[in-house]
């Protein structure tokens, strides 16, 4: 809970102690509950270990999963400490609750599980155990830390599933790109397929399944918190658009400091998440209230995801329009 003193311009996310007792009263507990309904957890933070109530979760609820499990590393989250395994024993962990965790999925629905390079042969294999791979995404980070003996390690996967390859719900009009346009081609003297803007020359794309314009939330953004594995907004963002449909509900079982619960509220999605850490769930509580009046995602601004360092660019084209 301590609130360390920080740089002015530092606007991660914490809790003062009357903070913390506010925020601590509307997260929700399972204790007790012995067949929790769809209304007991929409739009709900629920603080409990995943292994206690993962058997009582009402079923086929969920229009699209988020899972952000922790990855086969030893991590430490507020006083539990995740420790990396053998392959076989971090395939086991994840065989212990990844079918259960897709029962709540509906059968038109979507999942996404995220991992980085030594975890994702397992995450393949439980995915292609349960559901139909439809995709990996591959997600560039910006930052990551430099090894002396190894490449540094600078890439996370998103594998995508679904329940029923005939039938699945993708907007794909929601998720598209604005990039620069590097050799823009003209035809009769006319821009063919891009714009001219004051603010330069840019294409609308299709969203390929390399992702390289999203950053790392870090201290001087307004989503950050001090989560050691926080997703970006705008990351999760894109998954939401183009796979939930709008009051549909999203689920995370490992919502950690809250991310897919407060991007499917600014983009009008319902939500549900579970996170054992109380603190984490307190982070979540109040980013969830900050988004009641903030709906802003950063890099996504007027229906399109922007490029990395395009900020004064958006700016200018909003004031313009
Ligand atoms: C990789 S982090 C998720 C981060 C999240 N995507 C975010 O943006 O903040 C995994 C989270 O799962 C939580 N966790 C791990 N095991 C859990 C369990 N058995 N039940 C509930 N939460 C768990 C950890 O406390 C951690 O916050």
């Not at 209304?39 to 079923?59: A, C, G, M, V, W």
């Not at 390859?165 to 891009?194: C, L, M, T």
């Not at 619960?261 to 109380?278: C, D, F, H, P, T």
């Amino acid at each position: 809970m301590a609130n360390r003193e920080r740089a002015k311009r530092n606007k991660t996310i914490t809790l003062m102690p009357d903070e913390y007792i506010y925020f601590s009263q509307k997260i929700c507990n399972m204790k007790g509950i012995k067949n929790i309904t769809v209304e007991d957890i929409l739009n709900k933070t629920i603080n409990n270990n995943l292994f206690d109530i993962i058997n009582r979760l009402p079923q086929q609820f969920a229009d699209l999963i988020i899972i952000d499990p922790p990855y086969n590393l030893t991590k430490e989250f507020n006083g539990f400490t995740f420790k990396s395994s053998s392959k076989d024993k971090y395939l086991d962990y994840l065989r212990s609750w990844f079918p259960e965790i897709v029962l709540t999925l509906k059968p038109n629905g979507s999942l996404y599980l995220c991992g980085d390079w030594k975890c994702t042969s397992a995450l393949q294999q439980v995915m292609d155990e349960n559901l139909t791979v439809i995709n990996r995404i591959t997600w560039q980070r910006e930052k990551g830390r430099g090894a002396s003996h190894n490449w540094k390690n600078a890439m996370e996967d998103i594998w995508f599933g679904v329940k029923n390859v005939k039938n699945y719900y993708f907007d794909v009009e929601s998720v598209k790109q604005k990039r620069k346009v590097i050799a823009p081609y003209r035809q009769n003297g006319k821009p063919k397929g891009w714009e001219q803007t004051d603010e330069g020359n840019f294409r609308l794309t299709y969203p390929p399944n390399f992702w390289d314009d999203i950053s790392i939330p870090y201290w001087s953004m307004s989503e950050n918190t001090d989560h050691p594995t926080q997703k970006p907004e705008k990351l999760i963002a894109k998954l939401i658009l183009a796979s939930c449909p709008e009051n549909g509900i999203v689920f995370d079982p490992f919502l950690g400091s809250g991310t897919t619960s407060v991007v499917a509220k600014k983009l009008n999605r319902q939500y549900a998440g579970i996170e054992m850490n109380e603190e984490y769930c307190c982070w979540a509580e109040k980013r969830l209230q900050s988004a009641e009046t903030e709906r802003s995602i950063q890099g996504y601004s007027d229906g399109v995801f922007w490029e990395r360092n395009t900020a004064n660019m958006q700016t200018a084209e909003n004031r313009r329009k």
